[in-house]
């Protein structure tokens, strides 16, 4: 029986983050898919032998209007309907997004989401120290009034009403802390207000100051708590304290508050050997290795690619990502039937897209290198039609991409279906 479910559907790597972080923890639950919800799962089901339903809802970073597609308005209503009986819902990033009033969510918070004037606010990373609310009994007594929590490309809250606590609220960056492929740490102070100065360009998330970070509100009779820091994020000790305390009070159990383990990608062992997968994961540490000898790309931490603006880090991040822990699980039966059906289309996916990406990343390249003798060299249009074919054009995936995302992320959610209760 699994007291926790996590909707699977568009979550990509932010998936693996909070299925990672249970794992750690000792933690069942269960992966489920829109169509799965829709069906009524999170009712649970009657009969000696059936799983009851679940405590606890928790909603992954993705894009949000993907997560709605997929559940449709009755997966929609059953999620709100299992809040309003009593459960808890739990959003990071994404899963805020898709929770919050408004176009494509839930309306399970009555604040909404606000957007980003200048796009590349959007582009923020990394740790920020912020602001904790110690009187509210969801905040851990083992924290201080202020703690580091990492973003990763987070969206902003739009208060409407004071019906929402809010639990954190944005301080001062961290020493890792990025404006889209810019370290701040390595800018000699001052430089942000120069460049405003010379070049009417603001890139200071000093904006941030004071914003919400977490909050809580009450729906019904259960409670939603959003949160645009990735509390999972591995080994960030205070965000995966707080994780813990609110998997502990949901639960209303005791859950282990040690750091999650730090991820190394590359280094996840091959415990099945399916040669599709072995093939696909060498083709994708060939295009990094690619993006990384011409400085398109490079690892941020042993789990998160960075990349320069505008190249699809985040698309084969996931790609790659998805590949390696599809590999960490001794498939059963049905999922060895369902990818003997699927792994040859898999196989000519990923030729079409690592051909294709090899080429892309290396025009990139060569667009970099003649930009001020040739700006008109290499067109721009061609580098943009290129992505469109490969990953689709931000914010919605599409091209290749789409495609292999949809076979992998079928494909864990039947690795893990029949590995983890």
Known sequence: MSSIHIYWDESHFWGLLVARALSAWGIRYRLVRGSEIADGVLRGKSGPDADDAPKLLIVPGGRAKGKVDRLGIRGMDEICEFVNAGGTYLGFCGGTGMALTGPYSLGLSPWTRKGYKNRLHHFLSGHVESSLNTDDPMVPDDLDSTA????????????????????????????????????????????????????????????????????KNDFGAGQVILSYAHLETPASPMANRWLAHILSTALEETVDNSPVPAWDVAARPVIWDDPALLDARRAMEEIIVTGTNHFLLFWRNPWLLGWRRGIPGAGINALYSLICESQTITPNDDTLAFWKGKSAQFRVLMELLTNGLTGYLLAERLAMTVFHSAPEAVSKEGLREQRRALFGIPPEPGGIFADLAALLEELYWRLSTSHVG
């Open 148 to 215: 580091m929590l990492p973003v990763w490309w987070p969206g902003r809250f739009d208060a409407k009403d004071d019906s929402v606590t809010v639990l954190a609220r944005y301080n001062a960056p961290g020493p890792d802390f990025w404006v889209a492929d810019l370290n701040l740490a390595t800018l000699p102070k001052g430089t942000m207000t120069d460049w405003e100065n010379l070049y009417g360009i603001n890139l200071n998330p000093d904006f941030l100051t004071g914003l919400p970070c977490v909050t």
